[in-house]
């Protein structure tokens, strides 16, 4: 178990290495785009999404959605940093780069998508509200489904006609049913599972690499196209994402771990899902920016989970010192 559970904590690092294979052998990740489930018609991108959203409902219980209601002002202020800070930053930093309109609309796309369940695991790595991060994650892939169709039809509407009804039949087949059947197989198995949620985060992690590596290896000549512009404007994009979310759960007073929750949530989206819609919906070009945002979310929030774990340290270092001096004070 401890073995998988490193595994799943190393996924920034599997995200990395997946890029760099899948840009010098594309052929390695391709086919996990373009191929289908032996002996059926479902495509291996949508299986792959499904079973993630899957193993998502599994770790959820009804606790979960009644836990929500016991702490409604942390979870709403954190939903709706999500959908108003991300979106609105997505369209802006698309149109000051002016990318072209079929990067923008993937970078309008991927910005007004979920949480990813990743942040979950920056989160505790960050020593963050963990509790608060998977309620988060719960209420902005639910939300999602209507949310992300139409924020996405809103800001992108002067680029081309987004079909937000289309999206959100998608967002039913692939987010919404696997995670309620999901939640429903935890409630009749419970304590029956335990495997299958130990194994369920590193295959989550294995598809997310393999979908983002698929779209770096199908998409190589485009990054080269528009490196200079494309790169760095979604580094931009989950950079002020992290440091907005931060920033707001501090201007709304909460505590220092749901503020590192807030900045997680807010800035890392689930990449996957936003290829999968910008694949069936738009065009292959605009996948390109949902997976460079994998690859940029992943490096910047374990970054930040390392420097909070390790400044945390610092702090019970200093407070631990600190005790001691005023025991040795009272002693003399």
Not at 137 to 165: E, H, N, R, W
Not at 248 to 256: G, I, N, Q, V
Request: with cysteine.
């Amino acid at each position: 178990m401890k073995i998988l559970a490193t595994c799943t904590n190393l996924f920034w690092l599997w995200t990395i290495i997946g890029v760099v294979w899948a840009w010098f052998q594309p052929s390695a990740f391709t086919w996990f785009l373009t191929g289908v489930v032996p002996g059926t018609e479902i495509k291996l991108l949508t299986a792959g999404l499904g079973v993630i959203m899957l193993g998502m409902g599994i770790t959820l219980s009804w606790a979960d959605f009644k836990a929500v209601l016991k702490t409604p002002r942390q979870v709403f202020l954190g939903v709706a940093a999500q959908f108003l800070i991300m979106p609105l930053l997505g369209w802006s930093v698309a149109s000051l780069f002016d990318l072209e309109p079929m990067l923008k609309l993937g970078m309008i796309l991927v910005s007004c998508c979920p949480g990813g369940t990743a942040s979950n695991v920056i989160c505790y790595l960050a020593r963050a509200n963990v509790a608060l991060s998977v309620l988060m994650t719960m209420c902005s892939t639910f939300l999602a489904v209507v949310l992300t169709p139409y924020l996405t039809k809103f800001y992108a509407s002067a680029i081309l006609q987004v079909d937000a009804g289309a999206m959100i039949w998608s967002m039913v087949t692939i987010v919404l049913l696997p995670v309620v059947g999901g939640v429903l197989i935890n409630h009749f198995f419970k304590g029956k599972l335990d495997k299958v949620k130990a194994v369920s985060p590193v295959i989550s992690v294995l598809v997310i690499v393999l979908i983002v590596g698929g779209v770096i290896g199908l998409q190589k000549n485009s990054i080269v196209e528009y490196a200079a512009t494309l790169l760095p404007a979604v580094f931009i994009l989950h950079a002020l994402g992290f440091a907005l979310g931060y920033l707001t759960a501090k201007l709304l007073k909460l505590e220092e771990r749901s503020c590192r929750t807030v900045s997680v949530e807010v800035g890392m989206q689930n990449s996957g899902l936003g290829s999968k819609l910008a694949k069936d919906h738009f065009s292959a070009l605009a996948m390109t920016p949902c997976a460079i945002s994998a690859l940029y979310h992943c490096m910047i929030g374990s970054l930040l989970a390392a420097y909070w774990r390790q400044r945390e340290v610092v702090e019970d270092e200093a407070s631990e010192e600190s005790s001691l001096l005023a025991t040795v004070e009272v002693a003399e």
